[in-house]
C-alpha cells in the first residue's frame, strides 16, 4: 500500500476512534444526567408525601385535641345538655375521618397507635372509663401515638431519623 493510503486510513481511523469516544461520553454524560433527574424526581416525591403526611397527622391531633376538650367539659348530669352531645358527637365524626384520612396516607406502623388513641378519646368523651381522669386515661396511648408519629415523620437525615421505608 501507499503511503497516502495508509495515511487515508489512519485519518478515518482516527475520525471513527474520535467520534465513538464522543459517542460514549455523550451517552455517560446523559446517564448521568438522567439519574440526577430521577433523584431529584425521588427526592421532591419523598418531601412531597411527607407534607402530606405531616398534614394527616395535625389534623388528627387537632381533632383529638376537639374530643379531649368535649371529654373534659362533659356535663356531670348525662343526657341534660343537648348542645354538648352534639359538638361531642361532632368532634367524634371529625376524629375518626381524620383517623381514616391517616390510614390512607400513613404508614402502616402509624394505624394501631392512632386506633388506640382515638378509641381512648372515645371511651373518654363518652364516660366508658369510670372514675378514671380523662387524663390518666388517655396518657398512654397518646404517648404512644406521638412517638411513632414523631418516627414516621423524622427526617433520615436528621439525627436519630430512620431510615427511607422504615417503619412500613
Known sequence: MSTELWASALSLTGVALGAGLT????????????????????????????????????????????????????????????????????????????ERHMTLLCPPALDAPARTYARALNQAVWREIGDTEVNEHLEASKTAFMAKARAVLTDPTEPGGEPPGAGR
Do not use: H
Open 23 to 98: 459517542a460514549l461520553s455523550q451517552r455517560a454524560t446523559q446517564r448521568s444526567a438522567d439519574r440526577s433527574e430521577e433523584r431529584r424526581l425521588i427526592t421532591a416525591t419523598s418531601e412531597s408525601r411527607r407534607a402530606e403526611r405531616l398534614g394527616a397527622v395535625k389534623d388528627f391531633l387537632a381533632r383529638a385535641q376537639e374530643a379531649e376538650r368535649a371529654a373534659y367539659t362533659r356535663p356531670d348530669v348525662w343526657g341534660e345538655d343537648m348542645e354538648w352531645r352534639q359538638r361531642a358527637g361532632d368532634a367524634m365524626t371529625a376524629l375518626w375521618i381524620a
